[in-house]
């Protein structure tokens, strides 16, 4: 770096710009400038850029920081020029961002997580469709399915989560049970327990704690996964091979969920209704007998199939959630983190969603 001249006139103090103002030097510049200026008078400062030689955005951040109010001999070049202007907007851009967080900071937030939401809703529509549209294509082209993935995640979202998911059953159920008999035995109708943990289980319980448990578990693997693969670049190499990522990774998952999620929901039917008897034996002294004769009598095929209807539904829910957010992970494992949470903050919500509007359409239709 050639040194800084500094020249003391009659008009005005002259600081003349030379070498190379790059990041490098900055602090030898930062010095040499606040000496001149200690010297330099109270009159108008003049500068001279005519042997600047190099310039970057730190250097530009110089200038436009210490003379911003100076007259300017000579113009800039115009590359110069064009940077010196990239970093005044930024600036102005950077301080008018700041003023308007200060002063409609909450009319802000709102617009901001409105456009949010819009945006995440039209990014979504757009994956379901391409995954709808890869599914389309291996229907036509059955051996573009990839079994081995598919029977891996099978293995890993059902026979992996049996323990879990029984346990979580008979938990339920038996919390049902428990609940329902301190009440009704006050009216003595303590029977009526049976009926309570049957309907609520085949319809709504039974189901809805298996999605959840699935989407905190296997859904969060999915985003997760994805996510790695993402940030290790290894999305980016299915594409150079030429394989699809939505076929690869997205599809197997979303089939192996389709298949598991409703067996695992009638497992839990089948363990809760255990746990169910194993209270009312119990609680109430009924023996198996009398236990299943009461089942028969309240459980109905439409009871169990309404219950049913609804794991497909959500395993796809679940899957498209998480598989999105794996694929929108970018930067840092702190990424693949916060969106994996997302991830199943998301799926849990719109499952709950999804029972509720199905429990809202059933007793429109009155079933």
Same mark, same amino acid.
């Given at each position: 770096? *050639? +040194?800084?001249?500094?020249?003391?006139? =009659?008009?005005?103090?002259? @600081?003349?710009?030379? $070498? !190379?103002? %790059?990041?490098?030097?900055?602090?030898?510049?930062?010095?040499?400038?606040?000496?001149?200026?200690?010297?330099?008078?109270?009159?108008?400062?003049?500068?001279?850029?005519?042997?600047?030689?190099?310039?970057?955005?730190?250097?530009?951040?110089?200038?436009?920081?210490?003379?911003?109010?100076?007259?300017?001999?000579?113009?800039?070049?115009?590359?110069?020029?064009?940077?010196?202007?990239?970093?005044?907007?930024?600036?102005?851009? *950077? +301080?008018?961002?700041?003023?308007?967080? =200060?002063?409609?900071?909450? @009319?802000?937030?709102? $617009? !901001?997580? %409105?456009?949010?939401?819009?945006?995440?809703?039209?990014?979504?529509?757009?994956?379901?469709?391409?995954?709808?549209?890869?599914?389309?294509?291996?229907?036509?082209?059955?051996?573009?399915?990839?079994?081995?993935?598919?029977?891996?995640?099978?293995?890993?979202?059902?026979?992996?989560?049996?323990?879990?998911?029984?346990?979580?059953?008979?938990?339920?159920?038996?919390?049902?049970?428990?609940?329902?008999?301190?009440?009704?035995? *006050?009216?003595?109708?303590?029977?009526?327990?049976?009926?309570?943990?049957?309907?609520?289980?085949?319809? !709504?319980?039974?189901?809805?704690?298996?999605?959840?448990?699935?989407a905190g578990r296997s859904?969060?693997?999915?985003?997760?996964?994805?996510?790695?693969?993402?940030?290790?670049?290894?999305?980016?190499?299915?594409?150079?091979?030429?394989?699809?990522?939505?076929?690869?990774?997205?599809?197997?998952?979303?089939?192996?969920?389709?298949?598991?999620?409703?067996?695992?929901?009638?497992?839990?039917?089948?363990?809760?209704?255990?746990?169910?008897?194993?209270?009312?034996?119990?609680?109430?002294g009924l023996s198996v007998s009398q236990y299943i004769?009461?089942?028969?009598?309240?459980?109905?095929?439409?009871?169990?199939?309404?219950?049913?209807?609804?794991?497909?539904?959500?395993?796809?829910?679940?899957?498209?959630?998480?598989?999105?957010?794996?694929?929108?992970?970018?930067?840092?494992?702190?990424?693949?983190?916060?969106?994996?949470?997302?991830?199943?903050?998301?799926?849990?919500?719109?499952?709950?969603?999804?029972?509720?509007?199905?429990?809202?359409?059933?007793?429109?239709?009155?079933?």
């Amino acid at each position: 770096m *050639k +040194a800084i001249s500094v020249h003391a006139e =009659k008009t005005a103090d002259t @600081f003349v710009l030379e $070498g !190379e103002w %790059t990041v490098q030097h900055v602090p030898v510049l930062e010095k040499s400038i606040t000496a001149w200026k200690r010297h330099a008078s109270d009159k108008k400062l003049a500068i001279d850029p005519g042997s600047l030689e190099k310039l970057d955005t730190a250097g530009a951040r110089l200038i436009q920081e210490y003379f911003s109010g100076a007259h300017f001999i000579k113009p800039f070049k115009p590359s110069q020029q064009a940077l010196l202007d990239f970093v005044s907007t930024a600036g102005v851009q *950077k +301080a008018a961002k700041r003023e308007t967080h =200060k002063n409609k900071g909450f @009319f802000y937030s709102i $617009g !901001e997580k %409105t456009i949010s939401a819009l945006r995440f809703l039209y990014e979504l529509i757009v994956f379901i469709g391409i995954v709808f549209t890869r599914f389309g294509k291996n229907i036509l082209s059955p051996s573009h399915f990839r079994l081995p993935s598919i029977v891996r995640h099978i293995e890993e979202t059902g026979f992996q989560a049996l323990p879990i998911i029984c346990l979580l059953a008979f938990g339920t159920s038996a919390v049902i049970f428990y609940q329902g008999a301190t009440q009704l035995q *006050k009216l003595g109708a303590d029977i009526y327990t049976i009926d309570l943990t049957v309907i609520s289980l085949l319809r !709504e319980m039974a189901v809805l704690m298996t999605a959840i448990m699935v989407a905190g578990r296997s859904g969060s693997a999915f985003a997760a996964e994805i996510g790695v693969m993402k940030l290790r670049g290894e999305v980016d190499a299915l594409k150079t091979m030429g394989i699809d990522p939505i076929e690869a990774l997205v599809l197997p998952r979303l089939l192996a969920l389709l298949i598991t999620l409703p067996l695992l929901s009638f497992i839990a039917d089948i363990v809760g209704l255990a746990g169910g008897w194993l209270m009312s034996h119990f609680m109430l002294g009924l023996s198996v007998s009398q236990y299943i004769d009461r089942i028969q009598q309240v459980a109905t095929p439409m009871m169990f199939f309404i219950g049913m209807i609804k794991a497909p539904v959500m395993a796809f829910v679940i899957t498209v959630i998480c598989t999105y957010q794996g694929m929108n992970v970018s930067g840092s494992a702190e990424n693949v983190g916060k969106l994996t949470t997302l991830a199943v903050v998301q799926s849990i919500f719109l499952v709950v969603m999804v029972d509720a509007l199905f429990s809202i359409v059933f007793s429109k239709m009155g079933m």
